[in-house]
């Protein structure tokens, strides 16, 4: 069934047509939510307290990108995760899964990813959360900037200085950290 559809069936009530939503949609809100909390559980609480959310409100959907009103709602929540995180801080942030190629790696080549990818998370938590949010949503997601405007509630440029200055960090990050480039 097409998007469309089950969106307007959703709203007309059936839960068929929401949860076959939940089910196109939980991977990326889920992997979202972990980039920007970098904690398993809290992303899983993230994951669904969106589609709690969105189930509640799919009537005020107005139409336009579903996906980027789904993630709105997901970055919200991952601020309000965020907020409760402070309050009461985790003890370590999970390792995130590290995709692998079809060809086996050395166990050093392993082992180099493994620790790039670490420090990539590392600098990705240490932006702002608005600008860990931009760069997650256009350089790992793929949404476009105007999309990224519309799950942020933000303007064009504000978007583009988010993302700007999001990548300037991160390079200047990794930058100090060149033995872990090939």
Known sequence: MEEDELIKRA????LDCFNQLV????????????????NASAAEDASQ??????????????GGSF?????????????????????RPATSIDSLPLELEADQPSPEDFAMRRELGEEIKRALAALPPDQRLAVILRDI?????REIAQ????SLGTVKSRINRGRA???HHLEQRRELFP
């Open 11 to 14: 709203k007309e009530g059936d």
């Open 23 to 38: 089910e196109r949609y939980q991977r990326e809100v889920y992997n979202l939510s972990l980039r920007m909390l970098g």
């Open 49 to 62: 307290d969106t589609f709690l959310s969105a189930f509640r409100g799919i009537g005020k959907f107005r």
């Open 67 to 87: 996906r980027a009103w789904l993630y709105r709602i997901a970055a919200n929540a991952c601020r309000d995760q965020l907020r409760s995180l402070r309050r």
């Open 141 to 145: 997601e793929g949404l476009d900037y």
């Open 151 to 154: 799950v942020t509630g933000s």
């Open 169 to 171: 960090r991160l390079r």
